[in-house]
């Protein structure tokens, strides 16, 4: 057996791996030894997620935000943007396509702040509820845990909240006004609440380490989330990271790669950020242990507003596009879209049956 091989062996069978294990892999460099790596995450993802590439289907109904991330182009600091809220109706409309698509789950996502109110959201999950046989997947930020509550009662499903760090002092030094143990109750509550929950980071971040990274997977791992999202930096114009170079598409690869070995069975999406570097990552992310894309069903004109980071793919595409092209990223794997609700793994089984 190869060194590489292992090392990663080694990784797959520990309850908790190593940072020094886990630091190691990503600094590989070699062909032979990431091309190790990449199989040997691909078959941990066929082992426990089948050869089903999951949609999400997103809906991203606002873009304000009380924050002042400096990362983000929604941040409220900048008065660049043309700031939307789609009313009750245009967002009815959106799900009612979504559904005409097949899609089982819907991903409904806003900037994060008091503006939003608890209970025309908590209309709008009824609404869904009454009408369609499918999952909801709220992205609305921190929240109190009587708003998690009642939108869990309402019928939401799933919760994302991504961590972006691990690291508590590198998440103060990017989010004024935040608190990272706030960040870590949030997620807990939403977890004694029953929501299936995601989680994940930004890899490339200024001062982040191959150690902080490592240290993610680990978090990850102890968290046992249901999702995990992890995507490259891409530096906005109109944030304090302006200037700061983009995140490199390798390492995060390799960050997929290592998710999917030390989590095995958690849902991890090929995002959209993978897709808007120099060229489309998604299916290379397909291939080292994601299983799951998230196609934008946000109308025009508001889809080019929710700008978390420029160039971002697929905002001037006709709504429902991105369907066809999904299709086509499958085949190309000699894999198949699975149109289920696709829950949590860790509900259902510990892996694919």
């Not at 078959?43 to 050869?51: H, T, Y």
């Not at 009587?146 to 499903?157: E, I």
């Not at 109308?299 to 006709?318: A, D, F, N, T």
């Not at 066809?324 to 892996?351: E, H, N, P, Q």
Request: glycine letters at 8%.
């Amino acid at each position: 057996m190869s060194k590489p091989a292992e090392l990663l062996n080694r990784i797959y069978a520990a309850g908790l791996p190593s940072v020094e294990d886990l630091e190691e892999v990503l600094s590989w460099q070699g062909r032979v030894e990431l091309g190790e790596l990449f199989v040997f995450a691909d078959k941990v993802r066929k082992d426990f997620c089948g050869d089903g590439v999951i949609l999400r289907g997103i809906i991203e109904f606002s873009n304000f935000c009380d924050r002042e991330c400096f990362y983000c182009g929604l941040n409220k600091n900048n008065r660049r943007l043309e700031r939307y809220r789609m009313d009750k109706d245009e967002l009815s409309n959106a799900i009612e396509y979504l559904v005409s698509c097949n899609i089982k789950t819907v991903v409904l996502q806003s900037g994060d702040g008091k503006w939003l109110d608890t209970l025309w959201l908590k209309e709008v999950i009824e609404n869904i509820k009454s009408r369609f046989d499918m999952a909801i997947t709220l992205s609305v930020g921190e929240r109190s845990a009587d708003d998690y509550r009642v939108w869990r009662q309402a019928g939401a499903d799933r919760y994302l909240l991504k961590i972006e760090t691990s690291d508590e002092g590198l998440y103060s030094s990017m989010h004024p006004k935040m608190d990272f143990k706030q960040r870590l109750a949030c997620l807990g509550v939403l977890q004694n609440l029953g929501y299936q929950v995601g989680s994940g980071n930004i890899v490339g971040l200024s001062g982040q380490t191959l150690k902080t990274i490592a240290r993610d997977i680990i978090f990850f791992k102890r968290g046992n989330f249901d999702m995990i999202g992890i995507g490259p930096f891409i530096p906005h114009q109109d944030t304090e990271f302006a200037g700061q170079p983009k995140g490199d598409a390798q390492l995060s690869l390799k960050t997929i790669a290592l998710t999917r070995i030390v989590t095995k069975n958690t849902h991890i999406p090929a995002t959209t950020a993978l897709g808007s570097l120099d060229k489309d990552y998604r299916l290379d992310g397909l291939k080292c242990g994601a299983n799951v894309l998230m196609p934008n069903f946000t109308p025009q004109p508001y889809r080019k507003l929710y700008e978390i980071y420029p160039q971002k793919r697929c905002v001037s595409e006709p709504v429902g596009s991105c369907r066809s092209c999904m299709d086509g990223i499958a085949k190309d794997l000699g894999r198949f879209i699975d149109y289920s609700k696709a829950d949590s793994f860790k509900l259902t089984g510990d892996r694919y049956v």
